[in-house]
């Protein structure tokens, strides 16, 4: 970028847009691993956060066998044994904006990767 410049005195500054940390767990990937922290912007997918961690691992899954599955509190049951939710993220979903709004809410959640063949198991058991 330098050498295409042709003002030779000025200054090249990247910058990185706003955003934060989300935890994915990447068991399904790496069985020794529990999760990776990544840093990601606002408007990061969950079909950028699915490539970012792959590329971590060096897998060779593609991004369409997996999905990214919020995991948190059920807040309308509050009773023992129905305390999790589970919901598979839309590949357009921020994963950021979701966890600033349950943190808003004082709740917790987690980002899971997992395979869509299990998500499409678990899904047609429960039906």
Excluded at 57 to 80: A, E, F, I, M, R
Aim: hydrophobic residues 35%; aromatic residues 4%; contains cysteine.
């Amino acid at each position: 970028m330098v050498g295409c410049n042709p003002w030779r005195d000025s200054r090249v500054r990247l910058c990185c847009k706003p955003g934060g940390f989300i935890r994915v767990y990447d068991t399904v990937l790496m069985p020794d691993s529990v999760y990776k922290s990544i840093r990601i912007s606002g408007d990061t997918t969950v079909r950028d956060v699915i490539d970012i961690v792959l590329a971590c691992c060096n897998s060779c899954l593609t991004p369409d066998q997996l999905c990214l599955v919020q995991t948190g509190p059920d807040t309308l049951h509050q009773t023992v044994g129905l305390s999790t939710t589970r919901r598979v993220m839309d590949r357009r979903e921020c994963p950021l904006g979701v966890a600033n709004q349950l943190m808003v809410d004082q709740a917790e959640c987690k980002f899971v990767l997992e395979l869509k063949s299990n998500v499409d198991t678990d899904q047609h058991l429960r039906k």
